[in-house]
């Protein structure tokens, strides 16, 4: 406590003080990360939490890091830090001066081993977005990280998932929740100008790419590769 107490005397704020505004993180991480579907919660939105009643500009980030400690030893999360992805067609003489505020998010991920997690923690009514989401990013790995839309409805149509169906008996409306894709940072979804005109480009985001998700991907992959070779050999 000793250590605490100096540690938080540089920005003159109390370890009451301090306590409170690790909660506060605390709550509106679990909050707004369950309310918005599993969309990352921008670090500017924590920061904010912090310097609406504190100027110190090195404190948002000591209490971030606290409560990225908490809610990993208490609930058993992990606030994983992601670095947004901009559009591949927009990255060539971009300034590198985008903010790290601007370009850094988090998403809560479980801690638990997967048996456990899915056998008392996993919501058994979204499992099926779960595999519409797996399926979806496979398709534009499988195109090397970038695929057009028309493509990708391609592909999508031949699982009978149609773009103009918004009463799917499944899924609902199957736009939508390619949109969500979006929303939640899985894809990009990028207008690119060409020679022949326009169109709409999907592409891989942050957290697609991120290690953990990425890894299941290829494994998911791996394992549809594997049952197909089976099942020719099979005929």
Known sequence: MANTSEDMSQFDVSVEEKDKLVAEVIRYVLFKYHQNGGCPIKREELTQLVTK???????????????????????????????????????????????????RSYVVMSQLPADVYKNYVENVNTGHLTGFTFVV?????????????????????????????????????????????????????????????????????????????????KEYISKMAKSDVNNVDDD
Do not use: C
């Open 137 to 217: 990013i496979s398709i534009v790995y499988l195109a090397g990280g970038k695929i057009a839309e028309e493509n990708l409805w391609n592909h999508l149509r031949r699982m009978e998932l149609n773009e103009h169906d918004q009463n799917h008996q499944v899924f609902g409306d199957i736009k939508q929740e390619l949109e969500a894709l979006v929303q939640q940072r899985y894809l990009l979804k990028d207008k690119v100008n060409g020679h022949e005109g326009s169109g709409l480009f999907y592409e891989l985001a942050e957290r697609a790419l991120d290690g953990p998700v990425a890894l299941k991907i």
């Open 53 to 103: 009643n504190y100027r110190q500009r090195a404190l948002p980030a000591v209490i971030i890091n606290e409560a990225r400690e908490k809610l990993s030893s208490i609930f058993g999360y992990e606030l994983r830090e992601l670095h947004r992805s901009r559009p591949s067609s927009t990255n060539h003489g971009r300034s590198s001066q985008q903010s790290a505020a601007d370009a």
